[in-house]
């Protein structure tokens, strides 16, 4: 069963940074491509894509954190990173790490990111 765990929330300043880090087991993180998605805590608000890197390394991050935000991988930990510097009143959300392949995702339990001014 492949458990992903993401960890590196908590709470930073407007201009400040963290990384967050998903950690994925039962499965060699190489055959997937791992997303980042986040949900604020507006009534209704849906999961919104963040970033992605694919199994060759190619990333694409979404217009609204782009030159903030940068995702990574080792695949030697199985870990993969969101480096999220700039942060803004707006980037406060459940961050969630996805992997998929052949049509079948899996889900970490999200990591909660509160930025203050």
């Known amino acids: 069963q492949v458990q992903l765990v993401e960890s590196g929330g908590g709470l930073a300043q407007t201009g400040g940074s963290l990384r967050l880090s998903c950690v994925v087991s039962?499965?060699?993180?190489?055959?997937?491509?791992v997303s980042w998605h986040r949900r604020t805590h507006v009534p209704g608000a849906q999961r919104e894509f963040v970033?992605?890197?694919?199994?060759?390394?190619?990333?694409t991050v979404a217009d609204s954190v782009k030159s903030r935000f940068t995702v990574s991988r080792d695949n030697s930990e199985n870990t993969v990173y969101l480096q999220m510097n700039n942060l803004k009143r707006e980037d406060a959300a459940v961050y969630y790490c996805?992997?998929?392949?052949?049509?079948?995702?899996?889900w970490g339990q999200g990591t909660q990111v509160t930025v203050s001014s």
């Open positions: 039962g499965a060699s993180l190489s055959i997937y491509a």
């Open positions: 970033a992605r890197i694919r199994q060759s390394g190619a990333t």
């Open positions: 996805r992997v998929e392949r052949g049509g079948i995702e899996y």
